[in-house]
T-cell receptor
Framework: KQEVTQIPAALSVPEGENLVLNCSFT??????LQWFRQDPGKGLTSLLL?????REQTSGRLNASLDKSSGRSTLYIAASQPGDSATYLC????????FGAGTRLTVKP | GAVVSQHPSRVICKSGTSVKIECRSL??????MFWYRQFPKQSLMLMAT?????????EQGVEKDKFLINHASLTLSTLTVTSAHPEDSSFYIC??????????????FGPGTRLTVL
């Protein structure tokens, strides 16, 4: 059964820093991997989707990578802003959706 | 972009009553929708997969007679929490896939419904 782990569980950085969030998974036979952000009490916002055949995706200040062989994905956030403060979830799709526990990010002004 | 709505956004009910939550894909058709719940300070957990025109597939440990799912059309799935109890209080979120209907579809999530059972 697919297990998804996100490290760190929480992260606090000053505004302007570049940061990396990590996601690891145990079963490399995935269809795709998505990164979401979740604001407190709200639903999920899709950030980036990486298909199984891709190695990375970029959107603005965000870059997500995928290494299936090692069971890892990273979400890189450049020049962090206070508005980036949220919980970031890694979701693996291999015939169903498996969620990591999330990384709670706080960007201090 | 693809939009998924949920109604209601918040509901408070008495123990023993039933509550229906709607999930709609507003500008696309979704053969499959997913229902999740999130308890405080925990990650989202998949409850069931809702397939249009057929029975839902429930995850282990989720009571199908308690959480009734109906996927009546390609744009609407409903989750009914029957005989709700305080331990059912949670944040319920649905998602729908946008694409060819396959497993590579991007998932779009509804805004969620916060259920509080008194």
């Amino acid at each position: 059964k697919q297990e998804v782990t996100q490290i760190p569980a929480a992260l606090s950085v000053p505004e302007g820093e570049n940061l990396v969030l990590n996601c690891s998974f145990t079963d490399s036979a995935i269809y795709n991997l998505q990164w979401f952000r979740q604001d407190p009490g709200k639903g999920l916002t899709s950030l980036l989707l990486i298909q199984s055949s891709q190695r990375e995706q970029t959107s603005g200040r965000l870059n997500a990578s995928l290494d299936k062989s090692s069971g890892r994905s990273t979400l890189y956030i450049a020049a962090s802003q206070p508005g980036d403060s949220a919980t970031y979830l890694c979701v693996i799709n291999n015939n169903d959706m498996r969620f990591g526990a999330g990384t709670r990010l706080t960007v201090k002004p | 972009g693809a939009v998924v709505s949920q109604h209601p956004s918040r509901v408070i009910c008495k123990s023993g009553t039933s509550v229906k939550i709607e999930c709609r894909s507003l500008d696309f058709q979704a053969t499959t929708m997913f229902w999740y719940r999130q308890f405080p300070k925990q990650s989202l957990m998949l409850m069931a997969t809702s397939n249009e025109g057929s029975k839902a597939t429930y995850e282990q440990g989720v009571e199908k007679d308690k959480f009734l799912i109906n996927h009546a059309s390609l744009t609407l799935s409903t989750l009914t929490v029957t005989s709700a109890h305080p331990e059912d209080s949670s944040f319920y979120i649905c998602s729908a896939g946008l694409g060819a209907g396959g497993l590579t579809d991007t998932q779009y999530f509804g805004p969620g419904t916060r259920l509080t059972v008194l």
